[in-house]
């Protein structure tokens, strides 16, 4: 399995007690695989994706990256995994303004101490793979939602991860930009084998997803995937 979590147990302090925003999740998603997270808002979605990241670490249970155990590393062992194995997308693009859609790229080159002259090319075979040929040179400003999404996704796979944590990718789209986000997730996942994990509200593009699962108060449990 590229990620997977193992009786993982979250709590935040909520007053005198604990809240638990994670109770005792087991999850896995293996290579080429786009699953989907849904539930209902303050139901752990984001906790989920932020312990399966290596941003938090939980109070009990185990989280492997690439069939390896991680949740007991050092910060900085976690942030060479983070920045190697693990790619994220946001609810917002979270461009930078000033910097073209190639320099996006450009720029987690350069975050990774890589060097920036080489990976050009890379960068603008990345955008042009997400239909964005027409776009290498325009700053956020000049794109639409979706093409900044799309940045977004191109930017995430710039260090070739094994798992690409995404959420709520669409909550910012129309229906038929949505349709074509979480198409293009799919079939990245199968290109790159990628294990993708994306929490979404729109349950209109379920039938898209290789596995579907509904968080409720911290328990996950797995559900169907729509027809
Ligand atoms: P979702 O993404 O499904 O909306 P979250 O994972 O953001 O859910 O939150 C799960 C629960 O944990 C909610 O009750 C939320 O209020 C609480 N929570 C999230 N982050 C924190 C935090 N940093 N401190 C305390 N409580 C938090
Ligand atoms: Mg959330």
Redesign the pocket.
Known sequence: MSIALKNTVLT???GDTR?R?LDDVDFAVGRSELVAVT??????????L?VAGLLITPDSGTVTVDGVDVTDLSRSERTTVRRTQLGFVFQQANLIASLTATEQLLMITHLSGGKVRGQRARARDLLSSLGLEQQLDKRPHQLSGGQRQRVAIARSLMNDPSVLLVDEPTSALDESRSREIVGLLADLSRDRDVAIVM?THDLGQLDLVDEVYE?HS?RLTRAAVPA
């Open positions: 935040y302090p909520d809240l925003a539930g209902p808002s303050g139901s752990g979605k984001s906790s989920l932020a929490v968080m911290g």
